[in-house]
């Protein structure tokens, strides 16, 4: 069984739905992972000056407090499947660059480990994304060659590859992510609970 997501590094509730759907299927060997790029923010600079509150309550239309006061329920969301979310440290900015890494190291079978490593650096340890120093220390880290790396990063390699992922996005009519394909046939939408993906699952294995 394959399940596909689309997410973006900087979707704090793909890492949630992520870390769900890994407990849903603890238990299974037969469920194969792809993720896809999806760019949250596609007109966010390259990195934004400020804190997280101030750019969401310019952007999203409501109050610093407001915004702190979201941070706040969504660290605890995290906080409940063991994720240490830190807004004060965020470093927020467009995340085109490391989705076109991702998809080299999707080519080079290390896709899933890039995801899951972009995803706790910007939650977890405040790194900025589009520091090309540090997307290259996590290409090495999984096994990717520096060289290779750096000529993606200095040019518009796998820009194309993005581009599919995102216009496959708008043909399935996904408005936001995460959102995940499962089996080919089921889409979900959102972190949800880990009872809906098991549901899904046992939906799936009831008719095979």
């Known amino acids: 069984m394959k399940i596909a997501i689309w997410s973006d590094f900087v979707c704090p509730f793909c890492y949630i739905g992520k870390r769900h759907l890994e407990a849903a299927i603890k238990d299974r060997t037969d469920i194969e992972i792809e993720f896809h790029s999806y760019e949250l923010d596609p007109t966010a600079p390259e990195k934004v000056e400020g804190t997280m509150e101030e750019y969401f309550a310019e952007h999203k239309g409501m109050s610093v407090d407001q915004a ?8 605890q969301m995290a906080n409940n499947v063991d994720l240490d979310y830190h807004y004060e ?9 490391p989705h076109r890494l991702f998809q080299f190291a ?19 340890e405040g790194k900025w994304l589009n520091d090309d120093d540090f997307l290259v ?8 060659e520096e060289a290779r790396v750096r000529e993606i990063l200095t040019s518009n390699a796998y820009l194309d590859a993005v581009r599919l992922d995102q216009a496959q996005a708008v ?20 972190a949800q609970p880990i009872e809906v993906f098991e549901q899904v699952l046992a939906e799936i294995d009831a008719k095979s």
């Open 106 to 124: 999707k080519e080079q079978g290390k896709g899933n480990e890039f995801m899951e490593l972009a995803k706790k650096a910007y939650f977890i």
């Open 137 to 144: 220390h996590i290409a090495e880290s999984i096994g990717l």
């Open 89 to 97: 440290t965020i470093q927020h900015g467009n995340t085109l660059k």
């Open 68 to 75: 702190q006061s979201m941070f706040n329920q969504v660290t």
């Open 171 to 190: 043909e399935i009519g996904v408005q936001g992510v995460p959102f995940f394909v499962i089996d080919e046939q089921y889409g979900v939408s959102g």
